[in-house]
């Protein structure tokens, strides 16, 4: 099998799921528990914890764990909303978000909130500018993602961060760098936003875990989940140990040559956008500049679907968008206002540091045989 999905969702280690395993068999005490078993694992939760916040440049203690991504940006939208509720009612986010944010600014409208929801340029680009000029007085929060998860386009938030600072101090910055996260630079402190969310499963850790990083401008965060004072008292239930322990080893060994790693992938990116380029009817979509790990592609005129499912039958895994969006038109390609040909032929390649050449011919050859065979639809 040939994978190229790594934005989806990556492989774990060995070494990652016998760190869980151990925690799961061995060390399985509740952090909880006042018996040495339980003492074992709150002080282990610590380490995992600081092994996670040290790789996101922030302190343990502005490190919280989630369930998920989705949860963290859901958690992260809701409490700088609450914060601020006597500022204004009024959310800037973009139109290419991920749905865990767009579907909690959403949820924000039900409640009598305005959001508005900016565009970016047809090569999915968006300037600091542009977010600043969208900011308002009664801005409670802006939402902008640090990676865009279907074309690669790195977002400008440090830059957003200190025109905010200048703009409307109050106005609190949440972004989601769950495709950022030990791929592109992502310092906490560097990119100077309020709120932060990542996710294990994107780097070699298991699903079902993420972390939010709350920031000192945040006063009294808005607890997620009230219950028995877990993860400071603002995220109750029995922490996932194994979940955690999971997170943390997958960010050490992601972190070791981690340079090497991202440079491998960049070469990865650069060479199939090459490769492919030359298919017929084949359009490179992802700007210069980008995430390493991403190559937003279309086959101008094949449905996406169709390819998708031609190449997996292949043995080839890629996906049509974001694999969160499957079967329905993504909202990110639909937000670039692209020709009907060209969006409905959009497929992603995503990689991981284990992706090499033979992978992308492989998926050449695959993609080639689809176009030579299959009649054009749209
Ligand atoms: N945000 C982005 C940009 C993502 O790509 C994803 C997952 O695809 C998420 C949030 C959701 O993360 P999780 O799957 O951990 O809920």
């Given at each position: 099998m040939?994978?190229?999905?790594h934005?989806a ?6 070494a990652?799921?016998d760190?869980?395993?151990?925690v ?7 952090p ?11 002080r282990?939760?610590e380490?995992?914890?600081?092994t996670?916040?040290d790789?996101?440049g ?17 958690w ?6 609450w914060?601020?509720?006597h500022?204004?009612?009024h ?8 749905s865990?944010v767009l ?5 924000m409208e039900r409640?009598?909130y ?5 565009v970016p340029?047809q090569?999915?680009?968006l300037?600091a ?9 009664d801005?409670a929060?802006v939402?902008?993602m640090l ?6 386009n ?11 600072a200048?703009?409307?101090?109050q ?6 760098a769950?495709?950022?996260?030990l791929?592109?630079p992502?310092?906490?402190?560097t990119?100077g936003?309020?709120?932060?969310t990542?996710s294990a499963?994107k780097?070699g850790?298991p ?13 009294n965060p ?10 400071g ?5 029995t922490?996932?140990t ?11 060994l992601?972190?070791?040559n981690?340079e090497e790693k991202?440079?491998?992938?960049a ?5 199939a ?8 009817d084949?359009k490179?979509l ?7 790990h991403?190559l937003s592609i ?14 997996g039958s292949q ?5 049509a968008?974001s694999?969160c ?6 909202h ?8 009907k040909?060209?969006?409905g032929?959009?497929?992603r390649l ?8 033979g992978d992308?011919d492989?998926c050449?050859d695959?993609?080639r ?8 639809m749209?």
């Amino acid at each position: 099998m040939i994978y190229l999905d790594h934005a989806a969702t990556t492989p774990v280690p060995r070494a990652v799921a016998d760190a869980m395993y151990e925690v799961l068999t061995e060390q399985f005490g509740n952090p909880s528990s006042q018996y040495p078993m339980g003492l074992e694992m709150k002080r282990r939760v610590e380490v995992w914890r600081k092994t996670v916040a040290d790789a996101l440049g922030c302190g343990a203690k502005q490190l919280f764990f989630t369930s998920c991504g989705t949860e963290a940006d859901n958690w992260a939208v809701t409490a700088a909303c609450w914060q601020n509720r006597h500022l204004g009612r009024h959310i800037v986010t973009t139109a290419v978000e991920h749905s865990a944010v767009l579907e909690a600014c959403r949820w924000m409208e039900r409640q009598g909130y305005e959001v508005t929801y900016l565009v970016p340029a047809q090569d999915g680009s968006l300037s600091a500018e542009q977010v600043l000029a969208a900011v308002r007085q009664d801005t409670a929060l802006v939402s902008c993602m640090l990676v865009n998860n279907e074309l690669g386009n790195i977002y400008p938030i440090a830059e957003i961060a200190r025109g905010l600072a200048v703009k409307n101090p109050q106005t609190l910055l949440h972004t989601d760098a769950v495709q950022g996260f030990l791929k592109v630079p992502c310092s906490a402190k560097t990119l100077g936003a309020d709120f932060l969310t990542i996710s294990a499963h994107k780097i070699g850790g298991p699903k079902g875990i993420g972390a939010l990083y709350i920031g000192p401008r945040v006063r009294n965060p808005k607890p997620l989940l009230a219950g028995g004072g877990q993860e400071g008292g603002l995220r109750a239930g029995t922490e996932a140990t194994a979940q955690i322990a999971g997170f943390a080893r997958a960010v050490e060994l992601r972190r070791e040559n981690l340079e090497e790693k991202l440079l491998c992938m960049a070469k990865i990116r650069d060479y199939a956008a090459e490769r492919l380029s030359a298919i017929p009817d084949l359009k490179i979509l992802s700007a210069p500049g980008g995430a390493p790990h991403i190559l937003s592609i279309s086959l101008v005129g094949w449905p996406s679907q169709n390819i998708v499912n031609d190449l997996g039958s292949q043995g080839v895994c890629i996906s049509a968008g974001s694999a969160c969006h499957q079967g329905k038109p993504s909202h990110v390609i639909a937000a670039l206002k692209l020709s009907k040909k060209v969006s409905g032929g959009v497929i992603r390649l995503s990689f991981g540091p284990e992706t090499d050449k033979g992978d992308i011919d492989a998926c050449a050859d695959a993609l080639r045989r689809h176009h030579d065979t299959r009649m054009p639809m749209l």
